[in-house]
């Protein structure tokens, strides 16, 4: 049997957005499973499994999902879902301003109306928040720190790399200090020190110290401060094993620096 088949579906039009665009959808295993697997929600999926779809190289998240299931962990059925192009930056932002449209909502309600129930019916997934992930990237990481208190009776987890908590002056803090920690959560946040001067860093740092003021501990929060990462795909992609070990196994890889709380923006 061929190795690493990611199946492709749509092209979906995604109502309140220009073009169409494709759902690409990788299982661990192929042929029948004892039980559904969980399952990962991935922004800009042109860029999360090879190189060719992607700008600048891909993540090889299946990959990262094989090693998974040759350690025995729990691994996910990944979901890339393709950006808009010239739309990225309205359709990932939850807010109006940094030259966004703040149109993100609009996307949520598609994917959690009609894509979230055609995977679950034609895959074998799970359908409890506490198996059901979202992830993303820069931009993408924000919309899914963003979903996931929005939607956390659909979105259990969230994978946020480096994500762009500058958009709209920084409205995602004031937005996430007014929600209530959704009841089934583990968060997985990154970013590198050679980001923006710095600046990447120095806000995941405030965002995680606020979540562990709010009584989100190891359990359900891992954080890596990367001294070399910059923003880039090869930058996401090395650090992805480790953020889908914690995600789904609760599994600290080894290279994650440990980080305590009362050391977070100092």
Sequence with gaps: ????????LGPYNVPGFEGERNVRVYLPKEGEQAAPSPVLY?????????????YA???HLHRAVRDLVEQNLV???????DHGGPSRMHELSPFVGSGSEGKLEDLLSWITGELVPQVQKQFSVRTDPAGTAI??????GLAALYAHFRRPDVF???LCMSPSLWVAEGKIFEYIEKQPMPPSTRLYVDAGAKEDNGSVL???ERLVEHLRGRGCGEGCLLFYPDEDG????????????????FLFSGVVAPEVPVTEPNTIAA
Aim: aromatic fraction near 8%.
């Design 1 to 8: 049997m061929a190795e690493h088949i990611i199946y492709l």
């Design 42 to 54: 991935v922004f800009d999926g042109q860029n999360i499994f090879h190189d060719d779809p992607s």
């Design 57 to 59: 190289g891909g993540w």
């Design 75 to 81: 691994a996910p059925v990944l979901v890339g879902i």
């Design 135 to 140: 992830g993303g990237s820069s931009l993408g």
């Design 156 to 158: 259990g987890a969230a």
């Design 202 to 204: 120095r806000n995941a």
């Design 230 to 245: 910059n923003h880039s795909e090869e930058a996401w992609r090395r650090r992805a094993p480790a953020a889908l070990q």
